[in-house]
Every structure is written in structure tokens, then in C-alpha cells.
């Protein structure tokens, strides 16, 4: 599913960046298991606050109960009319009619473009200005960035962007741009003026404790703070 049909140059891709959400919460699967949130439960959550974009991270084995649960985290993204993006797995993606998000040790980007199709919504990860600018032109449809802050999100992350190299490298690509890493509420304003079309939150997405009352909560003000 494409956001928008506007071109930007670069590769005849869409550019996304009127329309693509501000939003962009990543469910951890590792992280809800250590909170004992079901992935579904915390889905509906997320959709019900009003996100319309939502990837499921998922870095060990996708075994049939996994599966099950995002096929029917698939369905309600559907019936919200949000768009669900996969981490890592194009095989994934494909099954579950799903966007995909692809980082710099994974499939390369024409061949995940080849095995999804044309329609499908893919992402990609950069860590710096090399990257993002050979991203560009890539069959993707917008670019991530990061971290832009310290994370503890990976085991080894990248070394950090910042704010003040952020808002330099948004002049390398008119692909939208999703800043990623560390980003809280504190600091996600001046991300965003810094550039970044887009926030992508992991560990400041789920409040202690995890249900679906207090991730609805969270997301909603997330939502709040980056329309203001």
C-alpha cells in the first residue's frame, strides 16, 4: 500500500513526505514478552489510539503462533486503516500483504522490491550521510535514520546522529524520513525540527506496566505532542 502518488525524482518512487504519519510505533516483540503484553493485545492498543502505521520487530524465529497473532494484528490493521510493516522478513511481508522494513545487513532493497512487488510499501535503515545518500536511490519508498540518540533497543547500535547532524542530512534525500533511536517525549520535538518527517518509538511506546489501557494512553499522547 503506497501513501501517496507523488514522485520525487529520485528512482520514480513516491515521495511520502505530506502523508506519511508522524507516528511511527514499532511493537518489540521481546520487549512485550517482558512485560507479559500479548503483541496483539498491544496492537489494538496502538490502532485504537489512532496510529496508522505499526511494524512488528520481531528478531528471533517467526513460529506458527507468531504468525497467527500477526495475521490477525494484520486484519485490524486493515479495519483501522492503518498500514502494518514487517522488520527484516520480506518472506514475511509478503505472506501477510504487508509493508516492509529492511535495515543494511538484509535483503537489498531490489531484490526485496522484486520479491513484494510494486505496491509494496518498503523502508530502509541509514546510519549516516553514505548511507542515506545511496539509499536514495534504492527502490524504496522512505528512508530511517538513526539512532539519533543513545538506545538500548540494539546490542550493538550504530554510533549516535544527533540532532544537529539530523538536520543536515535531511538535505541528502527527498524520501520521507524517519528518525529512530532514543526518541522520547521529552526530546521528540526538536527532532522533528530538526527535519525528520516522522518518529519511530520502541521503548518509550510502553509505559510499566504494559496493557492495552495504559499503551493506548501513552500513544495517544505521543500523538497529542507531535500535531501540537
Known amino acids: 500500500m503506497r501513501l501517496t502518488d507523488e514522485s520525487d525524482g529520485g528512482g520514480g518512487l513516491p515521495?511520502?513526505?505530506?502523508?506519511?504519519?508522524?507516528l511511527y510505533p514499532i511493537l518489540d516483540t521481546a520487549?512485550?514478552?517482558?512485560?507479559?503484553?500479548?503483541?496483539?493485545?498491544?496492537?489494538?492498543?496502538?490502532l485504537d489510539?489512532?496510529?496508522?502505521?505499526?511494524?512488528?520487530r520481531h528478531k528471533g524465529h517467526w513460529h506458527r503462533d507468531l504468525y497467527a497473532a500477526a495475521q490477525r494484528v494484520r486484519d485490524a490493521c486493515q479495519a483501522a486503516g492503518a498500514q502494518l510493516i514487517a522488520n527484516d522478513r520480506a518472506d514475511f511481508a509478503l505472506l501477510l500483504g504487508a509493508g516492509l522494513h529492511i535495515g543494511q545487513n538484509d535483503l537489498p532493497p531490489p531484490l526485496a522490491r522484486n520479491l513484494t512487488g510494486p505496491d509494496c510499501l518498503i523502508g530502509f535503515s541509514t546510519h549516516n550521510a553514505t548511507q542515506l545518500i545511496a539509499a536514495s536511490q534504492e527502490p524504496v519508498d522512505y528512508l530511517a535514520l538513526g539512532p539519533v540518540f543513545p538506545t538500548g533497543s540494539k546490542m550493538k547500535p550504530d554510533p549516535?546522529?544527533?540532532v544537529g547532524s539530523l538536520s543536515r542530512l535531511r538535505s541528502l534525500t527527498a524520501r520521507p524520513l524517519v528518525?529512530?533511536?532514543?526518541?522520547?517525549r521529552e526530546n521528540a520535538r526538536a527532532v522533528l525540527n530538526?527535519?525528520?518527517?516522522?518518529?519511530?518509538?520502541?521503548?518509550?511506546?510502553?509505559?510499566?506496566?504494559a496493557t492495552p489501557a495504559s499503551i493506548?494512553?501513552?500513544?495517544e499522547q505521543w500523538l497529542q505532542l507531535l500535531q501540537a
Open 194 to 209: 530538526a527535519g525528520a518527517d516522522s518518529i519511530a518509538v520502541i521503548g518509550d511506546l510502553l509505559p510499566d506496566p
Open 160 to 162: 549516535t546522529v544527533g
Open 31 to 46: 520487549s512485550l514478552t517482558a512485560r507479559g503484553c500479548p503483541l496483539e493485545d498491544a496492537a489494538r492498543a496502538v
Open 49 to 56: 489510539a489512532g496510529a496508522r502505521i505499526l511494524q512488528i
Open 15 to 22: 515521495a511520502m513526505t505530506a502523508q506519511f504519519p508522524r
Open 179 to 184: 528518525a529512530i533511536g532514543g526518541i522520547t
Open 216 to 219: 493506548r494512553q501513552r500513544v
